[in-house]
């Protein structure tokens, strides 16, 4: 039903929509483009599926859920279109059922770019389809625990929201497969609980952790005295504190985790963040506890780790997550760590009949093993979380940006290869958080940026690289307010849009630069609050955790209007916006009035039409509030405006863009995706077309291109915007609409194939929309002079399409067993000009002019391109009479035996003229050559030596060269002469031996019309 819904929409024009939204079906044929790169992100949670060995899920931080079936040689994302939120952080297959799956959604780990969730799904299909079974409130789902025997029975550790209280967090019980839920253990409405496990030898007993943890937009908080470890023996109806038993330890409790062991009844195994924290195991069912490991690798970052797995046949193995994972053999008292593809490890599934086959779960995806550890699966998948996105001014355009615990990436944005992969991209400068830019009149060198106010510069061209912090005090562990310049975890670094030697860096002050770093000078005051309360050291009350996530009363994005240089926009992250109209002189607070405290200020984009204009994306979810703001100033700043209709009640903005060719026409990246505007942010609509619901961090036009940094799914591409850019002025009159397209180019790229990587498409993009269904359809491109130089068929159901076409002559035309040398025909590429798309519905006709430009990395002449033109058509002409002239005589000849037979007495004459007709013949084509490789035994002649000049003044863009012309002259003369040679043939020669053969009895012949 889903299915047949989803095509019956497809089909069909006229939706219900809100007032001033534009009918997406016209502009329904416009997909996004996955590029990748396939390298994998966070993951948080994995399970392997009891009695199918090969089958694996996979949740992701912003890429929903993938499954494999072949180990993890290949993955599928099989949540899109199903789930709300883009994030799933707990995943549990029933036992008794293993087609039974349940997930939920948001992260546990509280990093400082924590994703929320929207409840609990579940599956019946092993993921086919999903079904929303409630919690929605819930925002973070920590763990799941399914009954060994009921598949409707369920417990759900929910953490709740991370940056407020709220009442829906705690444990709750299903006993209806989530018709109805119960909680049944809460204990405030700032502290959720983390963790949940079944004692698998007593499904009557649970074990659950709740913990004091939430963030602010300046701290983390990791402890307190709702930290607790529970113990139910009444199926989770009931719970007791285990958190103050002997051998637990004293003091604030902070993160914890907990793993009762299958393989021997009462060993339970712990990790408690504490003061005197450490691995801490019971033998009598968590009545008392023996502390076996207190080392800090084990229980570093306590907010992003603190887990702990007992293994299922071995009561004294069990893991221990962190950095690295660990694994001990003797009950927790030594460990020996290993690496399962990446660092940073978060979950791990041990097949309890089957040790040896098992997944782990970390910063770069999941991996599985079906050899207990030795080997692990590759984790190369789409789901980096990507920051920010740039792009450079190579030919094709490069991407860059920064992987969230990875490296930078700089990758083509198309290939001449079937797709996109490895070859096409590199790390570039920079780290995991930053900005990264290219320099806009050298592509090669490149600034990127890392956590800790780190700056690099590296260029490609030389292979060099240099640090160029703008203030290089290293602020690593300490608060924000003990350093002098608060440089925030992902800093701006902005290139000055009037001055490629100009850069731009943010602190709580801006700095300028205008020698690549070499030196910086401060061209503003403080232009935050800096208020002293955030400020302080983040983390704790346990362990602290200062990364510079924290650090807060910074300045979070700037730009540099491109109509006016020295007009820059500042924005803070604690609520604050300035501009400055001199280069930094005067600044200006230009706070939009009842902003709301602590309003993060994530992206300005001065307008790229109007100077006194500027948007501004303001994301507040940091302080509970996930309503999406987008502001517009008309006035410099004096007055704003909220542009908010029709983004959906939760979709915070974290970025929003004008299309520098559409004015009015506003693109914004939410956490569930990417919205458009077509009247100036009056009215907001979905702009998903292909990419799944995911975190957007960055959106860039470059060109005729929208560009994507997901937090979740890697890159994203929106090609060719014409649609979008039309779509609000199209009247729907007659049966269809031909959008004027964006200047085409000859320029050719890789053929368009599906999946991650896939080129777009080459040539001439015609845009259309049909209104009605129709009979016939077609698209015809003319030149001038009204010849026809492209042609493609059309869509005939209702619906935007789009089609491709090329344009071109046609090259010389051959003969049957013509055999060349390094000379194939080829249709002659159209020069650039100007030329006429008609598209034809049932005899209605659409006309729209079309621009075609060359092939920009040659950088020839209008002039040069024409010449070259010229010169291909004119050479096709010189083959076209040689060949023929070789199809004439080959009919002459054929004739002429005819008439041997016939005329037996002239057939001595008819002998001595088809001798003089080959040997004319082979001055023009070698008859000898019948197979691809006699050329080497026989010398070609003019009709292939001129097919092999086209395809020298084809080869690339360029004016002919002048020894191109000489040649052609040469051969030109000789074919002239051979030719007059066949003409004298084919006249009073002709007539001779016809007479002969009329005298012989037979037939005269004619001169064939030949090829």
């Known amino acids: 039903m889903r299915l047949a819904f989803l095509l019956i929409a497809a089909m069909t024009l006229g939706p219900t929509l809100s007032q001033g939204q534009t009918d997406p079906a016209l502009y329904g044929a416009l997909k996004w483009r996955n590029l990748g790169p396939e390298r994998g992100g966070r993951s948080l949670a994995c399970s392997g599926v009891p009695g199918s060995p090969d089958e694996f899920y996979m949740g992701t931080c912003g890429g929903g859920l993938w499954k494999t079936t072949n180990a993890g040689e290949d993955w599928t994302p099989i949540s899109d279109g199903w789930l709300g939120t883009g994030t799933v952080g707990a995943i549990a297959v029933a036992p008794s059922q293993p087609r039974t799956v349940y997930i939920g959604t948001g992260e546990r780990d509280l990093r400082g770019n ?129 958190s103050r038993n002997p051998g637990m330890p004293t003091g604030t409790l902070g993160k914890i985790g907990v793993s009762p062991s299958p393989a021997k009844k009462g060993r339970v195994y712990a990790i408690v963040e504490a003061a005197e924290g450490g691995v801490f195991v019971s033998d009598d069912a968590g009545a008392t506890w023996t502390k076996v490991d207190s080392a800090n690798d084990r229980r570093q970052r306590a907010f992003y780790y603190t887990h702990i797995y007992a293994h299922p046949k071995d009561a004294d193995t069990v893991y221990v997550l962190n950095v690295a ?17 990446h660092s940073d490890n978060h979950d791990i599934w041990v097949d309890p009949s089957d040790p040896q086959r098992l997944a782990v779960s970390n910063d770069g995806g999941t991996s599985v093993s079906i050899n207990g550890g030795r080997n692990w699966s590759d984790q190369d998948y789409a789901t980096g979380q990507i920051y920010h996105v740039s792009t450079d001014t190579a030919i094709p355009y490069r991407i860059l940006g920064a992987q969230q615990d990875n490296s930078t990436i700089r990758i083509a944005s198309r290939n001449r290869s079937a797709r996109i992969g490895e070859e096409d991209w590199t790390s570039t400068a920079g780290g995991e958080s930053g900005y990264v830019v290219a320099k806009p009149d050298n592509p090669d060198i490149v600034l990127g940026g890392n956590y800790g106010g780190d700056l690099s510069l590296l260029d490609h061209g030389k292979g060099v690289s240099r640090s160029i912090d703008p203030w290089p005090d290293n602020p690593m562990g300490s608060g924000a307010g003990e350093n002098k310049e608060r440089f925030q975890w992902t800093f701006p670094i902005v290139f000055s849009p009037h001055d490629p030697n100009i850069v731009y860096s943010c602190s709580q002050h801006v700095w300028r630069s205008k020698n690549l770093g070499a030196s910086w000078e401060r061209i503003s005051p403080d ?47 604690d609520g604050r916006v300035h501009v400055t109209r001199d280069g930094g002189k005067r600044w200006e607070e230009v706070t939009p009035a009842g902003f709301g405290e602590w309003s993060l200020v994530s992206m300005v984009e001065p307008s790229p039409h109007a100077a006194g204009t500027c948007y501004l994306a303001v994301d507040r979810h940091e302080v509970d509030d996930f309503a999406p703001y987008v502001y517009k100033t008309t006035d410099f700043g004096k007055t704003w405006r909220r542009l908010d209709a029709g983004l959906p009640s939760e979709a915070f903005v ?124 077609e698209i015809v491109v003319t ?70 430009q060359g092939d920009p990395r040659y950088g020839s002449s209008v002039a040069d391109l024409r010449a070259q033109f010229q010169l291909s058509m004119e050479i096709v002409a010189q083959v076209n009479l040689a060949n023929g002239m070789v ?18 007495a002239a057939t001595a004459t008819i002998d001595t003229y088809m001798l003089e007709v080959a040997k004319a ?61 066949c003409e004298i043939l084919l006249g009073a020669k002709l007539d001779e031996v016809n007479k002969a053969i009329v005298a012989a009895g037979g037939k005269a012949v004619s001169v064939p019309v030949g090829g």
């Not at 025997?149 to 209806?176: C, I, M, Q, S």
């Not at 362990?543 to 924290?550: A, L, Q, R």
């Not at 890159?715 to 009247?731: H, I, K, N, W, Y």
């Open 114 to 242: 924590v994703s929320h969730g929207d409840g609990v799904y579940r599956t019946d299909d092993g993921g086919k389809t999903w079904k929303h079974i409630g919690l929605r409130e819930s925002q973070n789902v920590s763990r799941i625990a399914v009954h060994p025997h009921d598949p409707d029975t369920v417990w759900v550790a929910v953490l709740g929201h991370v940056y407020g209280p709220n009442p829906e967090r705690g444990v709750f019980k299903t006993t209806d497969g989530g018709k109805t839920w119960k909680r049944t253990l809460f204990v405030g409405d700032r502290a959720g609980a983390v963790h949940i496990a079944l004692d698998p030898n007593d499904p009557t007993v649970l074990y659950a952790a709740t913990w004091d943890g939430w963030r602010t937009p300046w701290s983390l908080n990791s402890g307190g005295p709702n930290s607790k470890l529970w113990k139910s023996t009444d199926g989770g109806e009931t719970w007791s504190d285990l």
């Open 654 to 777: 974290r970025v929003v863009r004008e299309d520098p060719q559409a004015p009015g026409v506003l693109y914004c990246g939410t956490e569930v995706g990417v919205f458009v505007s077509l009247d100036a942010g009056h009215t907001w609509q979905k702009l998903n077309n292909g990419m799944p619901v995911v975190p957007v961090h960055d959106l860039v036009v470059k060109d005729n291109d929208l560009v994507a940094a997901t937090h979740g799914r890697s890159f994203f591409v929106l090609d060719r915007l014409s649609p979008l850019r039309q779509a609000a002025g199209v009247a729907k009159s007659g049966k269809a609409h031909l959008y004027r397209p964006e200047p085409g180019s000859t320029l050719t790229w890789g053929p368009v194939s599906p999946g991650i990587g896939a080129n777009p498409p080459s040539g001439i993009v015609l845009d259309y929309v049909l209104f009605e269904k129709a009979e016939k359809a």
């Open 921 to 981: 013949s082979d001055v023009i084509y070698q008859s000898k050559s019948v197979s691809s490789q006699d050329p080497l035994n026989y010398p070609i002649r003019l009709n292939n030596k001129l097919a092999a000049l086209l395809g020298v003044v084809q080869s690339g863009e360029w004016a002919p060269t002048r020894q191109s012309y000489e040649v052609f002259e040469d051969l030109s003369a000789q074919l002239k002469a051979a030719l007059a040679t």
């Open 887 to 904: 199809v004439k005589l080959k009919d002459l000849s054929a004739m002429l035996k005819a008439q041997r037979e016939a005329a037996p």
């Open 783 to 852: 030149d001038g002079a009204g010849t026809v130089v492209g042609r493609s068929r059309a869509e005939t159901v209702p619906g935007q399409a789009r089609a491709t076409v090329r344009l071109s002559y046609p090259g010389y035309r051959g003969f049957p067993g013509m055999v060349f040398w390094a000379a194939g025909s080829r249709p002659i590429k159209a020069p650039p000009g100007t030329y006429q798309a008609t598209l034809t519905v049932d005899g209605e006709e659409h006309t729209v002019p079309l621009d075609l």
């Open 527 to 573: 232009l935050t609050r800096a208020d002293p309360s955030t400020l302080l050291s983040s983390g704790g009350p346990i362990t602290k955790d200062n990364t510079s996530v924290e650090y807060y009363a910074t300045v979070f994005t700037l730009a540099e209007s491109r109509l006016q240089p020295g007009l820059l926009w500042a924005g803070s992250d």
């Open 325 to 341: 994972a660990y694994k001990s053999t003797n009950g927790g008292k030594s460990f020996t760590p290993f690496m399962a593809g």
